[in-house]
């Protein structure tokens, strides 16, 4: 509700600018008249209450993202106790490591990136769609166009990218398994000097992995900002 209210609050702010500027065309110097400050005060009105209402929502959207990963993460360790060594032994227990802290963490950031981000997305997208026929026909169908590609590219991006985050989590199970075999089994791997050969499997899977983030945030990232 609160990022919603902002969202609204940071579209209302475009009409007032829209109406500053009518005047100020329409103004042939001198000083201003009182519209004009009417409709300035109006502007910071908005844009004050637009602050008030997306530091509530942020708040209120890590505050719940948090509480959500805290409980996934606490059911999951609970039903990983319950789980039969047949079970530990198909799914690994790297697996069953990364599953309860990296991909809980994921999950809580995607939560939180929804409550602060995805629901005021869609308010300022019609509000600009709206504002910008308002302020010329030919502009909002240039407006419209630019953000049909946009959604389109996110889309044959996102098929392409999509199957290399299961390599990724893949490639983070083998890292964390060498981890966890040099800590349980430091004793050994000294005895037998193959220190090297551990870190060496720990590099290979930490490059893959980071080589595969680094392409799919190079992809991303554009469209995320757009």
């Known amino acids: 509700i609160f990022v919603a209210f902002q969202g609204s609050f940071e ?7 829209g109406q500053i500027l009518n005047i100020v065309k329409t103004t042939s110097g001198g000083t201003p008249p009182p519209e004009f400050w009417i409709n300035c005060s109006l502007m910071l009105v908005m844009a ?37 060594f ?10 069953i490591l990364t599953r309860i802290t990296n991909d ?26 709206v504002a910008s026929f308002m302020f010329n026909w030919m502009f909002g169908l240039l407006f419209s166009g630019i953000i049909t590609l ?4 996110f889309v044959i991006i996102s098929k392409t990218v999509i199957p290399a985050f299961s390599q990724v989590q893949k490639e983070i199970d083998n890292a964390n398994t060498v981890i966890r075999e040099n800590v349980l089994g430091m004793k050994v791997i000294k005895s037998f ?30 469209y995320t900002w757009a």
Not at 11 to 17: A, C, N, P, R
Not at 69 to 83: D, G, S, W, Y
Not at 150 to 153: A, K, R, T
């Open 193 to 222: 000097c193959i220190e090297e050969n551990q870190s060496i499997r720990f590099d290979k899977y930490i490059s893959i992995s980071n080589n595969n983030l680094s392409r799919m945030s190079v992809l991303y990232l554009p």
């Open 48 to 84: 004050i209450l637009s602050l008030g209402f997306g530091g509530l929502g942020s708040w209120m959207g890590t505050k719940s993202s948090l509480l959500l990963a805290e409980t996934i993460r606490h059911n999951m360790f609970m039903k990983a106790t319950t789980l039969s």
């Open 150 to 153: 946009i959604i389109i590219g």
């Open 11 to 17: 579209g209302i702010q475009v009409y007032f600018l």
């Open 104 to 129: 809980v963490q994921k999950f809580q950031i995607a939560v939180q990136m929804i409550l602060t981000m995805l629901i005021r997305a869609p308010i300022m997208f019609v509000i600009g769609i």
């Open 86 to 95: 047949g079970d530990i032994d198909r799914i690994t227990t790297s697996s």
